[in-house]
Nanobody
Framework: QVQLVESGGGLVQPGGSLRLSCAAS????????IGWFRQAPGKEREGVSC????????YVPDSVKGRFTISRDNAKNTVYLQMNSLKPEDTAVYYC?????????????????WGQGTQVTVSS
């Protein structure tokens, strides 16, 4: 059974950092493009970072550029999202998702397998 499990969310003060992890079970992430997405209450799910299957290509939108970094360790079957300089507007449920392609557009409709999400709250 293909499963993605996110971890690392929590409550952090503005300006703080968190590192999210996305671990795969039941399949190997090698050969899959991975994306991190977030959804705040009342808003659509948006992509915040995507990485190719090889790790050589990444995409980060302007809204988080310079603050969020995606990386992957295929040996550990895990993808990470390092989030620095967090802002209250980063508050959302964060999801990781996978698609068996080397690379694709960082849009939610491109990804087929999803985790359950982890809550990130940025507040003082």
């Amino acid at each position: 059974q293909v499963q993605l499990v996110e971890s690392g969310g929590g409550l952090v003060q503005p300006g703080g950092s968190l590192r999210l992890s996305c671990a795969a079970s039941g399949f190997t992430l090698d050969g899959y493009a991975i994306g991190w997405f977030r959804q705040a209450p009342g808003k659509e799910r948006e992509g915040v970072s995507c990485i190719s299957s090889s790790g050589e290509a990444t995409y980060v939108p302007d809204s988080v550029k310079g603050r969020f970094t995606i990386s992957r360790d295929n040996a550990k079957n895990t993808v990470y999202l390092q989030m620095n300089s967090l802002k209250p507007e980063d508050t959302a449920v964060y999801y990781c998702a996978a698609v068996k392609r080397s690379w694709t557009h960082c849009g939610r409709y491109e990804y087929l397998s999803w985790g359950q999400g982890t809550q990130v709250t940025v507040s003082s």
